[in-house]
């Protein structure tokens, strides 16, 4: 077996279970606020704070943005040639009746998650810029990152695909912006 069919078999096996599955109550609450918040209220409540931590804060917005951007268009760029289907295309999770953005009909494909990539990506500067921040700002992307994976949203290497390359993404633009 090829290394991509051991991981679409991984991703395969991982979505059936979760579909299946009945996550407590408190994990269920976390999961859908988490992607709700990586559905643009994360974004707008770090613009506010990092708009009001003075003359570092706008340089990390400004350096937030560009990696926002080029994990956007690296985002376009993948899904729009791999074209995976998303796992709650097949079945819907048992515990969640969670559909993928509407207002986004381009970003109907998995492969990678927009939601994990841009968490990264824009985490990743956020917590090198502010390290006493960066164990909650990557815990916030990582559960933003799962929430994927646990509502049917995203494969699991949908996720980790995106988590990757957006934190490549937001060191690079951290080096090279806020060094």
């Known amino acids: 077996m090829s290394v ?3 991981v679409l078999a991984s991703d395969d096996r ?4 979760l579909l299946a599955w009945r996550p407590p109550r408190w994990l269920r609450f976390w999961m859908l606020s988490a992607t709700r918040l990586g559905d643009g209220w994360l974004w707008a409540v770090t613009v506010v704070a990092l ?3 003075g003359n570092r ?3 990390v917005l400004g350096a937030g943005v560009v990696a926002a951007a080029i994990a956007n268009a690296f985002l376009v760029f993948v899904k729009g040639r791999v074209r995976r289907p998303r796992p709650c295309e097949r079945a819907k999770p048992a515990a969640f009746d969670v559909e993928p953005l509407a207002w986004f009909p ?4 998995s492969f990678p998650s927009g939601h994990a990539l841009n968490s990264f990506a824009i985490g990743t500067v956020v917590a090198l810029a502010f390290p006493f921040l960066a164990l909650p700002v990557l815990a916030v992307a990582a559960s933003v990152a799962a929430s994927r994976v646990v509502l049917g949203l995203h494969w699991l290497s949908d996720v980790i695909a995106g988590a990757i390359v957006g934190a490549l993404i937001g060191a690079g633009v951290f080096v090279a912006f806020l060094r």
């Open 4 to 6: 991509l069919g051991y």
């Open 14 to 17: 991982l979505s059936g279970r």
């Open 51 to 53: 708009l009001a931590s």
């Open 57 to 59: 804060g706008l340089q």
């Open 106 to 109: 381009g970003d109907r494909f």
